[in-house]
Nanobody, 119 residues
Framework: QVQLVESGGGLVQAGGSLRLSCAVSGRTFSRYVMGWYRQAPGKEREFVASIRRTGASASYADSVKGRFTISRDGAENTVYLQMSSLKPEDTAIYFC????????????WGQGTQVTVSS
């Protein structure tokens, strides 16, 4: 079992920055590909960013490329999402996801953290 707890959301003005954190416990953090997703009101959950187990490479949605940076800290078992140049359309609930290497390792989600960007 893996537990994911997000934090760092809040209200920020357009152009501002926030850093989201996702603390992971329960299994070997390094086994999991970590990702961030978001869901805006009335919309489906969408991919934001992901980072491989070693942290050597990351992927981003086109809508956040150049503004958001995902990183992971193996010593702290935490994944981060640094968000800059925020726009009102970034307003959503942000979810952390842990994707295991096998079916047995499982896929886990956090409870989400609200990010609101005012214009």
């Amino acid at each position: 079992q893996v537990q994911l707890v997000e934090s760092g959301g809040g209200l920020v003005q357009a152009g501002g920055s926030l850093r989201l954190s996702c603390a992971v416990s329960g299994r070997t953090f390094s086994r999991y590909v970590m990702g961030w997703y978001r869901q805006a009101p009335g919309k489906e959950r969408e991919f934001v960013a992901s980072i491989r187990r070693t942290g050597a490479s990351a992927s981003y949605a086109d809508s956040v490329k150049g503004r958001f940076t995902i990183s992971r800290d193996g010593a702290e078992n935490t994944v981060y999402l640094q968000m800059s140049s925020l726009k009102p359309e970034d307003t959503a609930i942000y979810f952390c996801k842990a994707d295991g290497p096998t079916v047995e390792a499982g896929v886990y989600w956090g409870q989400g953290t609200q990010v609101t960007v005012s214009s």
